[in-house]
Structure formats: structure tokens, C-alpha cells
């Protein structure tokens, strides 16, 4: 067995039946050094504090669950690691979203953001059955492949100055998952996603802080889209007034 | 990020980043906006310069002699820092924004396109700097 | 002035970032050889002599290198102010603000093409 270090973890609590505003509680637990940040929160909820309440579900950096603020940044707490920090360790829930109770936030604003950009792949008419398979080569796929990666962990929205001071703004996960779509060769609604694109709190909200890709544990480089999805959108207006847009995608 | 309806819940407000704005990567981006100040004002100042040289020959010089004002060399040595900083920092984010491919030509590796950019501001300040200073040509 | 802004995006975001280019590349020179060149009387009088700066500044690259670095960075820098001030906090004056920074930039645009059709004139 590895030795034991002694940590002071500092945890943001917050009861929304007694409490007014969020306080910080500390406990001081010994881990095991190849620990990761979620594993001490569940020691101390096992074993410290059972009314400790946090999100977590595969605690393998795919569900995207468990993202929090450690030390000030936004972090998956699965994948980051106790190797990383001093003895003491400040946990917060993620900044830019309401707390639900202790580390948990509430998600509602964020899901809404995501049904805005119509994350879907958007046909004229549908392939019939009798016209075989679509085919994308390996070059078309890998267009929006890295956009594709997001498991909505929502560490982007948490580290963005936009969301923070543009409560319309859709941000970055959500118009990363658009792009994505709109790269997709398979897809027909590149138009209409532009028009949302172009609105209130749309791509040109972003002033390329570039956070959300610093952040993100998956590397799907949002920024990277939203520029990308700039200058696709000043494309798509100009060429609006020559070309006619025609007919309806769903 | 609040929901467009009512919480089922009492909540706490969201509170901003915790390093926003004077810690961690922030301030960098910060002034990255705020030399905008820069880029405004010395375009401002060149276009005087060139409305001048329309004025005559007295007009560029007056213009010319108020340049070794010493507000003068003091606003454009920062500005010089300021906006020679804003290019290398524009130029080392520039490849994330590319796309994987424009039509035939893949993107190249990012430390590639980097190197290539600042290259070129660094070719493009020597070459103008000696054409303009009349050394060449 | 919001709902037109947003309905400008994206001319003002192309002026803004070819801004951001061109100024980037052509301000540092501009700077250093005329503005410090010229003001600590590194760079000889003849050099940025006034028959020269004028024919370099009416010949036809010329003119389009002057009108790029002097319209172009007024978007960049009006763009990134008026972002700079939402990032302090300041969406709700954005409206004005930004007919604030977009408007010097159109106006300094209009004087620049002047400028140059003075000199050609």
C-alpha cells in the first residue's frame, strides 16, 4: 500500500431550506496519493459527511457529470488528479450556474441551449430505404469529428466571461454542437442554423476568450467553432442575398 | 445560465468565474481587448499624418516635429510593445480557429501555422521597416 | 442600435478581424519607423521627406497599403473596446457604447478615404 497524505479540502456548501447563500465547510481526511478529486469528495461523503451532495455517474470522463470548480478552474473531478494540488484543495460548484444544493447545479438554462441550435441532422427529404446507406468519406467525417466529442460537462459555460456577463448567450458547447452539425456533410440545415447563429446571443456574442477550449477535458475546441462558425455566417449572409434560399429542411 | 421559466427549486445565484478578471488566463485576454485602445488611436494618428502630407509640405513637417513630442515617443514606444504583444498573441491563437481542411489543403500541424505567422509579422517588420526607412529600394 | 448591430454582425465582424490582421502587421511599422524613427531622429529627413511619403503614399499599392492600415484597425479596436466593456460588466450600456466605438470607426473610415483622394487630387 502507498502512503497516505493528509489534505484539508475546503467544500462549498449550500442548503437551499436553511441557507441564504453558499458557505465553505473543511474537512481534513488522509487519501491515497493516486486519488482523484471525486474519489476524496466520496470518501468524505461516505465516510465524513454523509449530507455532502454532489453529481457523478462513470467516473471515466464520459458522462460528464461530476465537472466542478477545484482550486478555481472548472474540472472533471473523475480525471483530475491529488498529485496536482498542495495540501489543501478548494472544491466549488461550477461558476455561471445557479446551485442547487452544495456542488450541484442546476442544468435547465443549459439544456435549453442546446435544443436552440437544433442539434439534429436536418434533411429537405428523407433517404429512402431503396437508395442505400450514406456514404462520408474519412476527410468529410473528420470536418466535424472533434466537435463531436462533447459530454456536455459543461466546464466551457463555467469558465466563459461571456456567459457570465451575456445572460442571451447560447455559449459554447451548444454552438460547437451546431457547427458540428453544420460541417456535417450529411446535413441540409446549415441555413437555418446560421439565422440562430446570427440572433440574440448567437456566434457573434463571442469574443474568442478562448476559455472553453483551455477548459474542456475532451478537447472538442469550441472556440475554434464558434470562429469557424463566424466566418461560415458572414458567408452564408452574404451569399443570402444572391442566392435564393430554397425550401424546408426538418 | 438560468433557465427561461422557474426553478423547481430555491437556487443561489450563479456567481462569475472564480479568477474573473484578475487571475489565471483572464487578464491576458483582458488586455488583449483593451489594445483595441491601441490599434484605434494609432490609426487615428495616420490618418492625421497622411491628411497632413495632403496639407503641403509644411503641414507633414509640423506633423513630423509634433512625432518627437516626448507624449508622442512615450504613447507609441507602449503602443509599439502593445500592439507587437497583441500580434504574436493573435498570430499563437490563430491555427485553433482553422477548419480541419479548405478544400484540398489539410490544416497543418498548429506549431507549423504559428511559426509561419509569426514569419511573416516578423518578415513583414523587417522588410517595411527597411523599404519605409529608405534603406531599400 | 442593438437590433441594427445585430443585424451588422457580420460586416463589422469582417472589418474586425481583417482590422485585427493589418494592424497587427502594418501599425508596428508605421510606429517604429515614423512615429520613433522620425521623432527620435533615427530615420534620416530624406527618407521620410515629404516628396517621398508622397509618392509612396500615391502609388497605387501604396495607396491601398495607407487606406488599409489606416480605415481597417479603427474596426478592430472598436470592436474589441466595445466587447472589452461587456466583459466589465457593461451589457447594459452596450447599445451606447457601441454606436460610440463603431461610429469613430465609420467616421475615421470616411476622413481616411478623404485622405487619400486629397492626396491623389
New interface residues.
Partial sequence: MSQKLKKTFIVTR?D??K?E??KTQTYEIEVEPDWKILDALNHIKDTVDPTLSHRWSCRMAVCGSCGM?VN???KLTCKDPMSDYGDTIEV?PL??????RDLVV?L??????FQEVKPWIMVAKERAVEEGTTQQSP?EL??FK?FSMCINCMLC?????V??NE?DFI?PAALALGHRYN?DSRDEGAHVRNEIFRGEGGVFSC?????C??VCPKSV?P??AI??AKLGNVIDWATSFVVKRGGDVS | ?????P?P?????????????G????PS??A????????????????R???A??D??AA??AY?GA???PI??VY??V??IG??W??LR??R?FP??????MGPIKRPADAVLVAGLYG??FT??AV??LF????LL | MKTLMLKLEPVIWMLFSS???I???????????????????V??G???G?D???A??THPIGTLI?LA??????W??????R??WI??GGLKTDGLVGFLCYG??LA?SI??IL??V??HS
Avoid at chain 1, 459555460?157 to 466571461?161: D, F, N, Q
Avoid at chain 2, 485553433?96 to 481542411?101: F, G, K, S, V
Fill in positions: 449550500f437551499p431550506d441557507d447563500v453558499p470548480t478555481g478552474e472548472p466549488a461558476a455561471n450556474f445557479p446551485v442547487v442546476e435547465e438554462g443549459f439544456m435549453e441551449r476527410d473528420a470536418d472533434q459555460y463555467a469558465a466563459c466571461p456567459v457570465s445572460p455559449g460541417q469574443s474568442f476568450a478562448n476559455e477550449s483551455e475546441n472556440s475554434g470562429q469557424q | 445560465m438560468k433557465p427561461g421559466g426553478m427549486t430555491r437556487t443561489a445565484d450563479p456567481r462569475p468565474p472564480d479568477k474573473y478578471p487571475r489565471g488566463r483572464y485576454y483582458l488583449f481587448g483593451a489594445s483595441g485602445a491601441f490599434l484605434m488611436i494609432s490609426a487615428l494618428l495616420l490618418i499624418g497622411v491628411w502630407l495632403g503641403g509640405g507633414w513637417d513630423r512625432l518627437g513630442h508622442s515617443l507609441h514606444g503602443a509599439f500592439l507587437t497583441f500580434a493573435l498570430f491563437l485553433a480557429t482553422q477548419p480541419y481542411r511573416v509579422f513583414v517588420l517595411g521597416t519605409l526607412g529608405g534603406a | 482590422g485585427m490582421m494592424g497587427a502587421l502594418l501599425l508596428p511599422v508605421f510606429i517604429l519607423v515614423v512615429a520613433l524613427g522620425g521623432g527620435f531622429g530615420v534620416g530624406e527618407a521620410l515629404f517621398r511619403m508622397v509612396l503614399a495607407v492600415a489606416m480605415a481597417l484597425p479603427l478592430g479596436g472598436a470592436h474589441h473596446l466587447h472589452l466583459d466589465l469613430t470607426a475615421g476622413v481616411a485622405a487619400v486629397r492626396l
